[in-house]
């Protein structure tokens, strides 16, 4: 039988057909060629995504330490308690089991809302939800015993985690900085060091079923985590305390409207030693307003709920936050004329020291007449009376000798066109003029640190430049990292951007200066009883704003001889009495040298003057005989009386450690016993020094001044007395008097 025969139409049809398969074989062929080979590891990552669960294991971040080694920030450890809504959703009873978790948690939980539970179980098809993110020890424990009453261990997971802590709350808050919920940082060193803080987050990677159920244990990787490094800063948390305690007094004192800010740094290395911003805030509870903002949060009188307030809390948080030291710029104002003078010594024709100047009140310069801050003129003083007595006359004239462009060189020079390179965030810097148009006029005003701004930081970096003999330095706060194994990965050098002055230069400069607050010069209440300390303070307008809104400022380097450390304090928009640095600045820099330097390892050098007026540390007595005590005590200079029987002294009043004056010095002992007879305090407040003094030791309470020099020897009235008027003590009790300061207008 003869085959069919097929017809052409047939055979080109099924060729198509063939080669459309054979195309389609090829495409499925390279596409799985490429999924092997070029698309292997996504997708694999895709298969590995859907059958495991990947857990994070968080990097410790590296302590912060403060230059003696102690804890600035630290971690801590608290619980995340989480619910895995998938795995109760597939319970039998899983509305009964929603509503017992619900109410488990909210009553473990404080502030924890039964409503909010059941929202996290409504995303049935999510495997994890975090329901607290922060609980303390107790808390976990409570939902641990929850878990374990009730059999929960698949449904609910208590996590221990690590989270960010500052031991001492407020201190150097603007410095540190903290960090964010995810543990970034955010301000501050915290910010400026993440990555080194931080470390390397490792994992735990465990397989799943398609139920979200764990699959055994062979199926699971551990990837370990690098912890961060540990940083140990210059920063030394007593000076930073010292600096702070005396920041608060001058914020509260001089009514500051702006903030105050200070710096104490070390001039011969550039290392901050503490740096504040007052007021201050709770590092472990950042977003919380301080009292002050928190006072004038309320006064703007709009609702929680609304968006104005909302907006207003920000904006105050934001500036709570700012480190008010290194972000802002100020007119220096007199505190420049340190610069000033020593650009002109530096230039050996400029001036003879011996020159005498006149000051008749004011000077003309170009088409402007410039005052003098003192109405009727200085007189005839020398450069060194010029610079002591802050006299503008005198600084417009010898910067004219100078020129415009040679000041402008020593401008760049000290640093203040430029940012100085802290290790921190968000430096500010100067307004300066601009070399081509730097006219007469505007070298006279700048002469006596008008007309231009600079940061807190760039000012005392110059000075600094003075103290130390010259060297422009970068200041930093970073001494050494180390890793978790204690190599050390960093490790500071001390940075020279250039010598400024000469070594004659800075030392003349220095005696001056220490000659003022020694004498009677515009920053004697820099004054410290056994150093020797150079200072100037300076007061400038507010250039745009209300004419009365000031800036009063003061900064100083000790001992003058050698200099060590430098400080500067300023306020900004002082309303309470006087606005002058000499009153809101010194005295409270003057605190800020007497409190440290001694810690610091300077040792006091007293004068003969200093050691007679100077007042009286009393002894622990408790322990001593009768004999003892009054051998010791009358040889030191102290008058006592005795209260009680007995040989041997059970208590004392004063307290041992006070200081008082020595006139009329009274230690009242107790033996057995005995109770020392109480007297009622006087009003003091409005009488002069001497005539306080004299009530105080007829009846039997002793003295001490608030300040760092000798009010009893000028005939000054009592500003504040410690205890009130009225008030019954112990006789021995110590009456710490307050005086107004000299105001000295610079």
């Known amino acids: 039988m003869p085959k069919p025969s097929v017809s052409r139409k047939t055979l080109k049809r099924s060729s198509v057909v063939a080669l459309g398969l054979v195309v389609c074989f090829l495409f499925l062929a390279l596409r799985i060629f490429s999924i092997q080979i070029f698309d292997f590891a996504r997708y694999q990552k895709k298969v590995i995504d859907q059958l495991t669960t990947e857990s994070p294991v968080r990097a410790d971040r590296g302590e912060i330490l403060d230059a003696a080694g102690r804890v600035l920030a630290t971690n801590r450890t608290v619980y995340r308690v989480s619910v895995f809504p998938n795995v109760i959703a597939r319970q039998e009873n899983s509305e009964e089991v929603r509503g017992l978790i619900a109410k488990g948690l909210a009553a473990a939980v404080k502030d924890l809302k039964?409503?909010?539970?059941?929202?996290?179980?409504?995303?049935?098809?999510?495997?994890?939800?975090?329901?607290v993110r922060s609980a303390d020890t107790d808390t976990a424990n409570a939902v641990l015993a929850f878990v374990g009453e009730y059999g929960l261990q698949d449904m609910i997971a208590v996590e221990a985690i690590s989270t960010r802590y500052y031991p001492y709350g407020d201190?150097?808050?603007?410095?540190?900085?903290?960090?964010?919920?995810?543990?970034q940082g955010l301000y501050g060193l915290e910010l400026q060091y993440n990555s080194a803080l931080a470390g390397q987050d490792g994992s735990y990677i465990t397989a799943r079923d398609s139920t979200g159920n764990e699959l055994p244990g062979s199926y699971e990787a551990y990837l370990p985590a690098t912890d961060g490094y540990t940083v140990q800063t210059t920063i030394d948390a007593y000076v930073q305390a010292v600096l702070e305690e005396q920041l608060e007094r001058t914020l509260i004192e001089s009514g500051a409207a702006n903030r105050v800010c200070g710096i104490v740094m070390d001039v011969n290395t550039g290392a901050v030693l503490a740096m504040a911003t007052g007021p201050s805030f709770n590092l472990n509870d950042p977003f919380a307003l301080n009292a002050a903002c928190a006072k004038e949060l309320a006064a703007l009188g709009h609702s929680p709920d609304s968006e104005e307030y909302k907006a207003a809390?920000?904006?105050?948080?934001?500036?709570?936050?700012?480190?008010?030291?290194?972000?802002?710029?100020?007119?220096?104002?007199?505190?420049?004329?340190?610069?000033?003078?020593?650009?002109?010594?530096?230039?050996?024709?400029?001036?003879?020291?011996?020159?005498?100047?006149?000051?008749?009140?004011?000077?003309?310069?170009?088409?402007?007449?410039?005052?003098?801050?003192?109405?009727?003129?200085?007189?005839?003083?020398?450069?060194?009376?010029?610079?002591?007595?802050?006299?503008?006359?005198?600084?417009?004239?010898?910067?004219?000798?100078?020129?415009?462009?040679?000041?402008?060189?020593?401008?760049?020079?000290?640093?203040?066109?430029?940012k100085t390179g802290i290790d921190l965030p968000g430096e500010g810097n100067s307004i300066f003029h601009a070399a081509s148009n730097f006219t007469e006029l505007d070298l006279a005003t700048a002469s006596f640190g008008q007309n231009f701004?600079?940061?807190?930081?760039?000012?005392?970096?110059?000075?600094?430049?003075?103290?130390?003999?010259?060297?422009?330095?970068?200041?930093?706060?970073?001494?050494?990292?180390?890793?978790?194994?204690?190599?050390?990965?960093?490790?500071?050098?001390?940075?020279?951007?250039?010598?400024?002055i000469s070594t004659e230069t800075a030392k003349t400069i220095s005696e001056i200066l220490a000659g003022g607050v020694a004498g009677d010069g515009g920053a004697k209440n820099a004054y410290v009883a056994g150093y020797r300390v150079a200072a100037k303070t300076g007061t400038s307008e507010k250039i745009g704003d209300d004419k009365s809104a000031r800036i009063g400022s003061c900064v100083a380097y000790a001992p003058a001889d050698d200099p060590q450390v430098a400080v500067i304090i300023v306020v900004d928009e002082p309303t309470d009495g006087s606005r002058y640095g000499s009153v809101v600045a010194a005295p409270y820099v003057a605190a800020v040298l007497d409190g440290i330097l001694s810690?610091?390892?300077?040792?006091?050098?007293?004068?003969?003057?200093?050691?007679?007026?100077?007042?009286?540390?009393?002894?622990?007595?408790?322990?001593?005989?009768?004999?003892?005590?009054?051998?010791?005590?009358?040889?030191?200079?102290?008058?006592?009386?005795?209260?009680?029987?007995?040989?041997?002294?059970?208590?004392?009043?004063?307290?041992?450690?006070?200081?008082?004056?020595?006139?009329?010095?009274?230690?009242?002992?107790?033996?057995?016993?005995?109770?020392?007879?109480?007297?009622?305090?006087?009003?003091?407040?409005g009488l002069t020094a001497s005539?306080?003094?004299?009530?105080?030791?007829?009846?039997?309470?002793?003295?001490?001044?608030?300040?760092?020099?000798?009010?009893?020897?000028?005939?000054?009235?009592?500003l504040e007395q410690s205890i009130a008027a009225g008030i019954a003590v112990p006789k021995g009790t110590v009456i710490r008097l307050r005086f107004p300061y000299e105001e000295k207008i610079e």
Not at 171 to 183: I, P, Q, V
């Open 114 to 131: 039964i409503e909010k539970v059941m929202e996290h179980l409504t995303h049935t098809s999510e495997l994890e939800r975090t329901v």
């Open 171 to 183: 201190l150097a808050a603007h410095l540190l900085g903290f960090t964010g919920s995810d543990g």
């Open 313 to 418: 809390q920000n904006r105050l948080l934001l500036e709570t936050w700012s480190n008010k030291a290194v972000t802002e710029i100020y007119m220096p104002g007199s505190t420049f004329k340190t610069l000033t003078c020593s650009a002109v010594l530096e230039e050996d024709a400029v001036i003879d020291l011996d020159e005498r100047f006149y000051c008749s009140g004011s000077l003309q310069v170009a088409d402007r007449t410039i005052r003098c801050h003192k109405v009727g003129g200085h007189g005839s003083l020398t450069f060194r009376e010029g610079l002591q007595n802050s006299c503008n006359p005198v600084m417009m004239t010898i910067a004219a000798r100078l020129g415009c462009e040679t000041f402008y060189d020593y401008v760049k020079a000290f640093g203040l066109l430029e």
């Open 453 to 500: 701004k600079v940061s807190i930081l760039q000012m005392l970096t110059a000075v600094g430049a003075v103290a130390n003999g010259g060297d422009l330095l970068t200041p930093y706060l970073v001494q050494s990292m180390t890793d978790a194994d204690g190599n050390t990965v960093y490790q500071h050098e001390m940075a020279l951007r250039r010598q400024v």
């Open 599 to 685: 810690y610091l390892g300077v040792e006091a050098v007293y004068t003969e003057e200093e050691l007679k007026n100077m007042a009286l540390t009393v002894p622990n007595c408790v322990g001593w005989s009768r004999e003892q005590a009054a051998e010791m005590l009358f040889a030191a200079g102290f008058q006592l009386s005795f209260v009680g029987e007995g040989s041997v002294i059970t208590s004392q009043t004063p307290q041992w450690g006070s200081s008082i004056e020595k006139s009329g010095a009274h230690i009242v002992l107790t033996l057995g016993d005995g109770v020392p007879q109480t007297v009622t305090v006087p009003q003091l407040v």
């Open 691 to 718: 005539a306080a003094n004299r009530i105080l030791i007829d009846l039997g309470l002793n003295l001490s001044i608030d300040g760092a020099f000798d009010s009893l020897a000028a005939d000054k009235t009592v």
